[in-house]
């Protein structure tokens, strides 16, 4: 209740107030932005104003380019492209912004601001230790529930370093900070997720907490290991014994409801997307499978998305998938599984014939007869490198199989 009358109070700042002819815009120029996390750790992130309607946000090799900014008296609404996240802030003389991030259908708010000219996104500190690697890493280690395993892949150039954290289930995206003595302090932030990680590392360990938002931390351990792998993305979801094929019946924006016996599938290879407009990992999914649908829809290949989405109306639901489909010239269908939730449980109630829904992104390959083939759990994003390119060529592979059989 507290979340949603701020929330309410924010967009009221912002919003209903009429246009003064000296508004202030924001100046050109690189910011330093911070949201405030748990135990006076900060997340920081940089970006860059374009002009008055532009402005793009920086990880590492990621640039986000931000189309709608708004302006209501002496105050600026950021949206960010695609999630439902947005930031509001009052705009100084100075041009420094203060105000917060908000995610609506979560009710959650935490606090922003941003120093204008500042280009640091940490402090550059000297660094007494070298990252670069490969890290066995365990988060919530001993917590029955909680306890998961990833993979750290880190470069380190002087106090600089980048790299991600990949799990079972997709990766951490873009990290981006420095080595400042001993301490890595590594943050990303691209308008759905805010991430900053804090460890304390030598040659061969590390330790230190994972803060997301100002809603959740957890800690997390790792040691060296160059040879470290996670388990098979392959064999982490499947049927449940009895079952060879997947049913679904769910509407898409116009209330048709669509299953894989709807003649479009028929006598082609499917590949189920199981997704939410929410979710990082299933944007860069949906950037690859819209590129590889547009060269192969003529092959008889087909990709239907399942989307579990957390907005509370069934209305806000699909208007974030169509913002979605938008953006992304999206030309397969995305049809509404769930809303007011993205529980996995819930979503297992929806797809019973799976051991468990285990990530967003899922995906299920299905041949020609309908069949399941594979199910693929996670997704390996850019970030991640070499295996972003070794999934590509993974997935191609394997659709040109079932299309040649």
């Not at 979560?106 to 941003?114: E, G, I, K, P, W």
Request: net charge negative; aromatic share 12%; proline share 3%.
């Amino acid at each position: 209740m507290r979340h949603s009358l701020l929330y309410a109070i924010i967009l009221m700042l912002v919003l209903s107030c009429k246009d003064q002819p000296n508004s202030p815009v924001l100046k050109q120029g690189v910011y330093r932005a911070v949201l405030t996390v748990q135990d006076n750790e900060e997340l920081p992130f940089i970006f860059k104003v374009i002009d008055e309607s532009h402005l793009e946000i920086y990880n590492a090799e990621e640039v986000i380019t931000v189309d709608q900014v708004t302006y209501k008296n002496d105050s600026v609404y950021i949206q960010a492209p695609v999630f439902e996240g947005f930031i509001a802030a009052a705009i100084n003389e100075s041009g420094d912004l203060s105000g917060h991030f908000t995610k609506e259908s979560l009710d959650r708010v935490v606090s922003f601001y941003a120093d204008y000219g500042n280009t640091n996104r940490f402090g550059a500190g000297e660094a007494n230790t070298d990252v670069s690697g490969v890290w066995e890493v365990v988060f919530s280690e001993g917590m029955e529930g909680d306890e998961y395993m990833a993979k750290g892949i880190f470069q380190q150039d002087g106090n600089k370093v980048t790299g991600t954290f990949r799990t079972t289930t997709g990766d951490y995206r873009y990290l981006e900070g420095v080595m400042d003595n001993q301490t890595m302090r590594v943050s990303a932030f691209d308008g759905a997720h805010a991430f900053v990680f804090v460890a304390e590392v030598t040659d061969s360990t590390m330790k230190g907490q994972f803060y997301s938002g100002n809603h959740w931390k957890e800690p997390f351990i790792a040691k060296r290991n160059p040879n470290y792998e996670l388990p098979s993305a392959d064999s982490l979801t499947f049927l449940k014994e009895g079952y060879d094929t997947l049913e679904f019946e769910f509407p898409d924006s116009e209330g048709n409801i669509i299953s894989l016996s709807n003649p479009e599938f028929e006598g082609k290879v499917v590949v189920v997307q199981v997704m939410g407009t929410w979710c990082p990992n299933c944007l860069d999914e949906s950037k690859y499978y819209t590129q590889f649908y547009k060269a192969n829809q003529d092959a008889g290949f087909e990709i239907v998305a399942l989307a579990f989405e957390y907005a509370k109306t069934k209305e806000k639901a699909f208007q974030g998938i169509e913002r979605l489909q938008k953006r992304l010239q999206i030309d397969y269908p995305i049809l509404l599984a769930q809303y007011g939730s993205s529980d996995k449980g819930k979503a297992n109630e929806k797809l019973p014939m799976l051991n468990h829904v285990l990530s967003y992104p899922t995906s299920i390959f299905i041949d020609k007869q309908g069949r399941v083939r594979k199910i693929h759990t996670g997704f390996n994003g850019p970030a991640t490198g070499d295996k972003y390119l070794e999934f590509k060529q993974e997935f191609e592979g394997f659709v040109a199989e079932l299309l040649a059989e």
